[in-house]
């Protein structure tokens, strides 16, 4: 048991942890579901759904505010115009995190996390695409 120990490290320095946990947040609101370890999964959900919050005050100090975490522009304006608008009436609980297997080489348990409402936002294609002729 480690008592009195804030945050998980993952055996990386304070800056290899930053990058680690900003790419993981930059590709869960580009994908809007991601499958990582259960351990990183719950490192990056408070902070993404922190920066959703940020998302959903919508002013210029939010915008630089995530963009001092998520350099990306394009996924900066998607969680400003897709993502934050959807949880205009909520108070929290974006995310959810839905254990799924252990990992084939390592045996680390890995998780899904996803947004709540992740079936209404990402249509689903019925059937085979069309072929082009």
Avoid: C, W
């Amino acid at each position: 048991m480690n008592h009195k120990v804030a945050t998980r490290h993952f055996g990386r320095t304070a800056n290899q942890r930053k990058a680690l946990l900003r790419g993981l947040v930059s590709s869960l609101f580009e994908h809007q579901r991601i499958e990582t370890t259960l351990a990183r999964a719950k490192a990056i959900k408070s902070i993404a759904e922190e920066l959703v919050t940020f998302g959903k005050r919508g002013d210029l100090h939010a915008k630089r505010m995530v963009l001092s975490y998520i350099p990306n522009r394009t996924v900066v304006s998607k969680l400003f115009s897709d993502i934050a608008p959807r949880f205009a009436d909520k108070n929290g609980g974006y995310l959810r995190i839905v254990q799924t297997r252990q990992r084939v080489n390592d045996r680390a348990p890995m998780a899904i996390i996803e947004f709540v409402d992740y079936e209404k936002a990402v249509p689903k294609t019925e059937g085979k695409p069309e072929e082009k002729k």
